[in-house]
């Protein structure tokens, strides 16, 4: 299984960038999905997630109205659509997987995750 990230880049404050993970190895449609996001000096965080029992998505409350989380079954391709970006946005973000059923807190936490992709940074600055 690979997970491959990309999209990040320089932006301004209020501007937008779309993250992709094209996934390989397995049906994205059948796993849980996530977008994570780590800072310097910090842990790992919750960005976004979608539970593949019930297609339900998930927030984080600092990207909640900014972010979209979407995927394409027929590419095999998870989206992070994050506009309105702040410098607080500034991170490494990396898209995940796990497989099997979750109960709807788990998706939040990184360490159910059973795959990976490398980070992709994004800099919001002026």
């Known amino acids: 299984v690979q997970l491959q990230a990309s999209g990040g880049g320089l932006v301004q404050p209020g501007g937008s960038l779309r993250l992709s993970c094209a996934i390989s190895g397995l049906a994205l449609e059948k796993n849980n999905i996530g977008w994570f996001r780590q800072a310097p000096g910090k842990e790992r965080e919750f960005v976004s997630g979608?539970?593949?029992?019930?297609?339900?998505?998930y927030y984080a409350d600092s990207v909640k109205g900014r972010f979209t989380i979407s995927r394409d079954n027929a590419m095999n391709t998870l989206y992070l659509q994050m506009n309105s970006l702040e410098p607080d946005d500034t991170a490494d973000y990396y898209c995940a997987v796990r497989s099997g059923r979750i109960i709807t807190g788990a998706i939040r936490r990184p360490e159910i995750y059973d795959y990976w992709g490398q980070g992709t940074l994004v800099t919001v600055s002026s």
């Open positions: 979608i539970r593949s029992s019930d297609g339900n998505r």
